[in-house]
């Protein structure tokens, strides 16, 4: 769908094509609702509350749910990243620098150097109070010939970058550079007939369409309207479209 099909098609399920019979949502307002159902459409899929309980890409509908927003690295869309700094075994690579807006990460890798040797090593996610534990341990430490590092996410050093970093531990080798696989932020569509607020769309520039696949689309939409009729507290109504989502999930 095109975003003027999906503002036909959200005023076609909330009942509102010039009959009066509900609300009249402004252009603005439903890019508004839409936005909100696609940032709930993402997070549903990517994690687990859902009906199915199914997250991402532990079934095949769910991998195929967000799989234009799956960013691979490295590739011409995403290169390697460079670290921004490090001390001692160390180094920190900031978020900023992704080639997308980042929202999940799925697969971290990253080109380790010793010596004369360079390779592809794994990065594995750990948890902040699990780090100590496991630096120190001869099964999870990092480790250049079994080709392992460690990496926790926390906010940058730099004061203006609210975006954070991801810190990758070694021992005794090197980091060149990080390969991030992850979902990118979704578009946020915008129908072209307003000027937004933030001055980032103006009227006489291309709309922004949805950037999900296709067959999403009308779950989208689903869900928009799903949200809007709890905004304008029609509980039945809103059973009738909650129930039409958990058919169509």
Known sequence: MTINEMHYDFKVKIDKVD?????NF???EIDWIINEAIQIFVKQ???QNNSKRAGFESIQKRTDDLRTLQIKSP???QPGVVPVQHQGDVYEFRISDFKFPYWFLTRL???AKKSDCTKVIKIRQTQHDDLSTALDDEFFK????????LAVEARTD???D?????????NDFEIVEIYPEYLKRPNKVWIGTYNTKDGLNTIGNPPVQCDLPEHAHNEIVDLAVLECSRIIENPQFYQLRQQKLKENE
Do not use: C, H
Not at 19 to 23: D, F, T
Not at 162 to 168: A, M
């Open 26 to 28: 402004l252009p603005n």
């Open 162 to 170: 609210q975006k954070g970093s991801i810190y990758v531990y070694t």
């Open 158 to 160: 730099e004061a203006q």
């Open 19 to 23: 009959s009066m019979s509900k609300k």
């Open 109 to 111: 890798t990253a080109k």
């Open 142 to 149: 990092p480790d250049f010939i079994w080709g392992e590092a």
């Open 45 to 47: 899929r990517y994690g």
């Open 75 to 77: 590739t011409a869309l």
